[in-house]
């Protein structure tokens, strides 16, 4: 039985609500609420091995099995109703499983009661595997999701890890072809003299998201900037809704070392996709699935540097004209703040949710290194330029790892950013330091 594309239709979700017993394609539960704990954990082992078998699956909630093996349309309450939001319930299966699971919340009425419907997508690319485990809170001995397994739909109608070589073999057989309807696309496109690029490729909602927020917001970063961003590593639908939900998060998590980061007491206002401000110079946005985007024009881009931070002869302290230079304090004030703000907006994402953080500054080529600082010195000789064409820094990091130990991060990216200089060789041990006196304003 395939799933509809555009949504079920009321005759769809109908039947399955009236259709009796369990089988490959649907599950009954009892009649609960979502709540993240147990039942829930439960409930996820079977969104997962539904995702994991052909045509995927639907789970009724609210239809009970009777001591005769009978089922009784019994529906939910309300609040048990709304307690299974398709954001809520998404967010929380993905973050045990990976890939991402499609699934979607539905809460018709049938015979005057009122039902939870999930429907679950099969898996578009590879299995969903439990990436992390989930305790019963009543013997935690006893897990109810296991790390690594792969949960699948057994004979019996039950959601089991995947056990025997009969099972293997169906899931096998399940990646396989899609794997060849993919290639089949590939060589139908190829005969047709068809490009095949694109072909059988799910775009990145968050490359779509930062696509969209840079045209919204004329993000022109070709005269050379910064453009730093973060984002959950998997993206699972909204995660605030309201404007005024994600103005209080960049109010909650802003820091301030010599001046605040981002900049959001004047000027936010809203976008279809979230919040966004320019008012201070540089331009920060948020969107509702939880992406953070920040980027700013080099302040160097307009000004000369009257001393390079460089000792020796007289080449050594020629001035360097505005856009052909980067300097030092700046790009470590630059990483601190926003570093630090990730620290501390991390604490807003669900426990053990994998951060991804993006990082870029250019273009490079032809700037050279300097300070302004009379306390700092770069090195001996003339300023060299250099030959990389931008700086790049990317790196997936767990939620908590960020709020207790952002530090080492941050000084592996600005040594990556350094060494792209000539004649620079200053250690993360180096770059640690320097971090810590911009956060005790130590300059």
Known sequence: MDLPNQGPTAEDLAHWIEQSGENDFIDAKHPFAWDGKDASASLAKDIAAFANSRDGGVLVIGKAEMPDGSYALQGVTAEQADSFDTTVVGQWVNAHFSPPVRLA????????????VIVVHEFDDIPSICKKAFQDSTDPRKLLLREGAIYVRTQNAESKPLMNADELRTIVGLTTRKRSTELLAH?????????????????????????QVKADLHCDLSKGAWWMAFHPREHAGELWNSPEALERLVATHSVRI??????????????????????????????????????KNFRENELTAERTGYRGGDDARKPIPPGEWIEYTWAIR?????????????????????????????????????????NVA??????????????????????????????????????????????????????????????????
């Open 334 to 374: 630059t990483m601190v703040d926003f570093f630090l703000f990730l620290s501390r907006f991390a604490a807003a994402y669900k426990p053990g949710e994998e951060i991804s953080i993006d990082l870029m500054a250019g273009p490079l080529a032809g700037r050279k290194l300097a300070t302004l600082d009379f």
């Open 187 to 211: 060589f139908e496109a190829m005969l047709r003299g068809r490009s095949l690029i694109g072909n059988g490729q799910t775009p990145d909602p968050f490359a779509e998201e930062i696509k």
């Open 105 to 116: 919340c539905y809460r018709p009425k049938y015979s005057g009661r009122t039902f939870v």
């Open 258 to 295: 010599y001046e605040e980061f981002p900049g959001h007491t004047k000027g936010t206002f809203p976008m279809p996709w979230g919040i966004a401000n320019d008012l201070y110079g540089e331009t920060w946005a948020l969107t509702k699935a939880g992406l953070f985007c920040f980027w």
């Open 378 to 443: 770069l090195g001996h000789g003339t300023p060299e330029p250099s030959r990389a064409p931008s700086f790049k820094f990317n790196k997936v990091v767990i939620a908590e790892t960020l709020q207790s130990a952002w530090e080492p991060i941050c000084a592996e990216a600005l040594k990556r950013l350094v060494e792209l200089f000539p004649n620079h060789r200053i250690s993360v041990e180096t770059l640690a330091k320097w971090i810590e006196k911009f956060k005790t304003r130590g300059f």
